[in-house]
């Protein structure tokens, strides 16, 4: 059973800042890109950052210069570190990764996401 665990959401003063962390397990063959998004209560969840497996990334014009996706190949572990968090920022935050993961015998490649893990900017 493919998952993706989010960690290291929480409580943060506007100015601040939090690390997120997603990590992949089951049986995987390939991390083929990793993303982070968002949701605001009574808002669409929305692109924040994604990064390929060659290491390109984009970034919601919003969080440009303050946000920065990065992932760990070896441990298939994707982190997404906040810098001058803004009360607008304040959101649940989830990881989705495309995944080549092993069905049996066969590789099969489809999306996952996390549970989601609460972000709150508040002074």
């Known amino acids: 059973q493919v998952q993706l665990v989010e960690s290291g959401g929480g409580l943060v003063q506007p100015g601040g800042s939090l690390r997120l962390s997603c990590a992949a397990s089951?049986?995987?063959?390939?991390?083929?890109?990793m993303g982070w998004y968002r949701q605001a209560p009574g808002e669409q969840r929305e692109l924040v950052a994604t990064?390929?497996?060659?290491?390109?990334?984009n970034y919601a014009d919003s969080v440009k210069g303050r946000f920065t996706i990065s992932r760990d190949g070896a441990s298939n572990t994707g982190y997404l570190q906040m810098n001058s968090l803004k009360p607008e920022d304040t959101a649940a935050y989830y990881c989705n990764a495309r995944l080549t993961v092993l069905i049996g015998l066969s590789p099969y490649e489809d999306d996952y996401w996390g549970q989601g893990t609460q972000v709150t900017v508040s002074s």
């Open positions: 089951g049986r995987i063959v390939r991390v083929n890109a």
């Open positions: 990064i390929t497996s060659g290491g390109s990334t």
